[in-house]
């Protein structure tokens, strides 16, 4: 067989291959019920519609699972465990939304939370030491960070948006938040570092780590040191 036969060939099953290789899929079943785990180990795993988490969803090393489709909702509920963990990505695209609901627990374990859209968190958000949680800005004015939960910072947590407090928001020690703008109206406890561009506080605020703002507005009497400002 001649050389230009022998590339020929191969050039026409790399073409068969490769949109078997590029091919997207949905995640499944859909609720996933309680005790049930999916897997997420590639890095083409996606959700394009209303997605219910009752049981374990773990993204593992090397796995991306995309929230991908304006419209399309990861809904974690009562009892349902999503945990990002070491290497991986769950990436909250452009008009999708991401709800951590009451009784749920979202944990990134060393991997990577990216969110171009609203992500709420209402019962127990930890981003872990080595991980990290950035909320960027999208091309829609919904990109605000909501935590009327626990959210329990250890890693690195960046927000271009607006980081708005309802419930409880702590970095520990060791931990960095940097934010655009932080609006607490429930209790925010600093031990790490954080920095925000625009800090709001109506609640509580106890700082025993390093905090600084470049426009600090604190309605609350109820801060532990001096912030810099």
Do not use: C
Not at 160 to 168: A, P, V
Request: charged fraction near 5%; glycine fraction near 12%; charge should be negative.
């Amino acid at each position: 067989m001649s050389k230009l036969k022998i590339v020929t060939l191969l050039a026409g099953i790399f073409v068969v291959w490769l949109p078997a290789l590029v091919q997207a899929y949905q995640i499944a079943p859909n609720p996933n019920p309680s005790g049930s785990t999916i897997s997420v180990i590639t890095l083409d795993a996606e959700n394009l519609s209303s997605f219910e988490n009752n049981g374990f969803l773990q993204i593992n090393f090397g796995g991306v699972l995309h929230n991908s489709y304006s419209g399309a909702t990861l809904n974690n509920n009562s009892g349902g465990v999503i945990s990002i963990n070491s290497g991986s990505t769950l990436d909250n695209v452009n008009g999708a939304t991401l709800n951590n609901n009451s009784g749920a627990t979202l944990n990134i374990n060393g991997g990577t939370l990216q969110s171009y859209y609203t992500p709420f968190n209402n019962n127990i958000l930890n981003n872990n030491s080595g991980a990290t949680l950035n909320n960027n800005f999208g091309s829609m004015n919904y990109d605000n960070l909501f935590n009327g939960g626990a959210l329990n910072n250890s890693g690195f947590m960046g927000s271009s948006s607006t980081t708005i407090n309802t419930g409880t928001l702590n970095n520990n020690f060791g931990a960095t938040f940097f934010g655009n703008a932080t609006s607490n109206s429930g209790i925010l406890n600093n031990a790490g570092s954080l920095q925000s561009d625009t800090l709001g506080n109506g609640g509580t605020l106890n700082n025993t780590g390093n905090m600084s703002s470049y426009d600090l507005s604190n309605r609350s009497e109820e801060h532990t040191s001096e912030l810099q400002s």
